[in-house]
């Protein structure tokens, strides 16, 4: 879900179903193999040729557009990006972030 903080009853466009489940994967707790098995198993073990093709694909763009970022060691999410925009509370999610000097250019 996308959300915009200052605006959040703006309705905003859904993610590609790839990138959604990718980012809803990019928790700071799941690797990238535990990724790609994840997507095997609901294809019954028997997976598209091109799924770690794509998988790749779509980590890259995220990467790219600093939506998730890789780390080498599990780490713990800020509140804000740690529960769907539609659990949190808004103002300690505007709080925190200004906190951790969050700003979008």
Known sequence: MLVDLHNPEKEEPPLERWLGLVVSLADGQHTIQQLLDYMTDHYDGKPP???????????????KNEVIKFADEAYKLPYYLSRSADKLDLDMARRVMADDGYHQT
């Open 49 to 63: 040729e091109s799924l770690e093709k794509t998988i790749e694909s779509v980590l890259e763009r995220l990467t």
